[in-house]
């Protein structure tokens, strides 16, 4: 039997039977990895933070509301200055259709750093659905002690 671990039994594991069989390892590979399917609706609690709290805050049916409590509150702690906006619309799922957007609030510190701070998924762009999501946001900010 051959040593174990020597770069010709390396490759010649992972280059013995060609193109298929490498297709077929990286398959088995992706599926031993695949999570089960996020809906709107059903988002698992293994996706909570790790001290265990929420990072999904508030879901509509247009919008759901990602931070975490503890976050915002380093973030005060630290000087937060501003708070800088944008949203994205390329870059999602296809199920939530062509008007939706994910739309990301970053906190400016005193110190000169950025730090994420809501993530908004939202399903349309209507005036009401970012009235309703500014207000949560001013509701958290104001609300830190």
């Known amino acids: 039997m051959k040593e174990a671990g020597s770069t010709n039994d390396i490759v010649a594991h992972f280059y013995k039977k060609g193109l298929a069989t490498r297709r077929k390892s990286i398959e088995r590979a992706k599926a031993s ?25 508030e879901s509509t049916q247009t919008y759901q509301i990602y931070f975490s409590c503890e976050t915002l509150k380093m973030a005060c702690q630290q000087g937060l200055k501003a708070l800088i906006m944008d949203g994205l619309h390329k870059v999602l799922p296809t199920e939530l259709g ?30 009401h659905t970012y009235e309703k999501f500014f207000e949560r946001v001013w509701h958290e900010l104001n609300s830190i002690e």
């Open 33 to 57: 990895h695949a999570t089960p399917a996020l809906t709107w609706n059903s988002i698992p609690e293994r996706y909570a933070l790790n001290n265990s709290s929420s990072f999904l805050q």
């Open 98 to 127: 062509d008007h939706a957007q994910l739309y990301t609030i970053h906190g400016s510190l005193s110190n000169e750093h950025q730090v994420p701070l809501f993530h908004i998924l939202m399903r349309n762009m209507a005036q």
